[in-house]
């Protein structure tokens, strides 16, 4: 496995070949002299101010999480699960969830196994939000299409979409940018628009992902519209790739998934919602039912733990799937392929898009 680090070797590869066999020793210096191909190689020597300033965002973060964890009074028995039955049990339910709410800058969270995926935490946030005649406003174009069903886009022949439910939809393109309209955005409400629904990553289209500062443009333009007019943010993919979160800049829930970001790379399963506490027991209410919310719910211990770690790990991990992106970027590009972001750009996501079989004609007359 080759880990990819600024760091400089800690001793020089003549130390290790007196202590092994010729052969071998001959193996372990190629190897480890040589562990890229000339243009990585190249690349990782010229994002050295990148890298470092990931590295100090992940410093950041991880202090962050490490004083949640703290102020929760984490310990091993909340690593032990729990039945589910009873109120304020031993597992670590709550430990969790008011740790992950501190670390994401929200008054509550829910962070629970059973969550299917992303796509399900935000069909709950949505549904905690809206009622028959109420609209939902996308402001960053079409959302994922895994919630065209959720949302009546598509037909969900009548399986529950929030069409079923009386919920009207309408969404706002993109500016030619491909950022928000931020014009259309300033005169996009209606008396109806309960909700609006912003999508944080790029997600699975060629486009940029928000900034949480744009983010936060956005709502406030929002809320001086109507400060009753909830915001949602899909915060998928986003999750530590900043130093801060949708709630510090208003937003009222945020809903993702462990399997991504927050899980690092260590939860098998679950999602969470998180946000301001009225809606996030909504939210919980309709992940089990009206009267239980986030008092109720099996964990076995080896989930638990993983949920504890994976969000310890976290800032780690995002951080080298972030140095990943800028890899890939600088490096396909340098070969004249199409990128999505562009080299040594801000990064707001953990998604990297290139395009294999569309090289930009002017490098590949070059070949």
């Known amino acids: ?170 969404e ?47 709502i406030k333009i929002i809320k001086m519209q109507n400060p009753d007019c909830l915001v949602m943010v899909d915060n998928c993919y986003g999750e530590f790739v900043e130093g801060i979160e949708p709630p510090m800049v208003g937003a009222d829930l945020i809903a993702g998934s462990l399997i991504k970001n927050p899980g690092g790379t260590i939860a098998p399963c679950g999602g969470y919602v998180a946000g301001r506490k009225q809606w996030v027991d909504a939210a919980a209410a309709r992940l089990s039912a009206p009267g239980l919310g986030v008092d109720c719910g099996s964990t076995p211990g080896d989930i638990m733990r993983a949920l504890f770690q994976g969000l310890f790990l976290a800032p780690q991990m995002v951080g080298e799937a972030i140095k990943g992106t800028f890899l890939v970027s600088e490096v396909m590009a340098s070969e004249g392929y199409k990128v999505q972001p562009l080299p040594r750009v801000p990064r707001h996501d953990t998604v990297q898009v290139y395009y294999l079989s569309v090289p930009c004609l002017a490098n590949y007359s070059k070949k």
């Not at 014009?183 to 699975?204: M, N």
């Open 1 to 170: 496995m080759l880990v990819l680090s600024c760091a400089t070797p800690g001793y020089t590869m003549h130390s290790l070949k007196s202590s092994m066999p010729r052969s071998t020793a001959i193996r372990s210096s190629f190897n480890c002299d040589h562990p890229f191909v000339p243009e990585v190689a190249k690349a990782v020597d010229s994002l050295y101010s990148e890298f470092r300033a990931v590295d100090n965002l992940v410093a950041c973060n991880s202090s962050r999480v490490l004083k949640a964890f703290q102020n929760a009074r984490v310990g091993s028995h909340h690593f032990a699960g729990c039945t589910g039955y009873g109120h304020d049990e031993a597992g670590g339910r709550e430990a969790l969830d008011q740790a992950f709410a501190e670390i994401v800058g929200a008054e509550s969270a829910i962070v629970r196994s059973q969550f299917f995926s992303g796509t399900h935490a935000i069909t709950c946030a949505l549904f905690a939000f809206l009622r028959p005649g109420d609209e939902l406003l996308a402001v960053a174009g079409a959302p994922y299409d895994t919630l065209e069903e959720v949302i009546g886009k598509r037909d969900s022949h009548e399986l529950g979409s929030l069409k079923d439910f009386g919920v009207m939809y309408r």
């Open 172 to 218: 706002l393109p993109l500016a030619e940018d491909g950022g928000l309209d931020w014009d259309t955005l300033a005169g996009a409400l209606r008396p109806h628009t309960k909700c609006a629904l912003i999508q944080r990553s790029c997600g699975y289209s060629w486009r940029r992902s928000l900034s949480v500062n744009e983010i936060g443009r956005a």
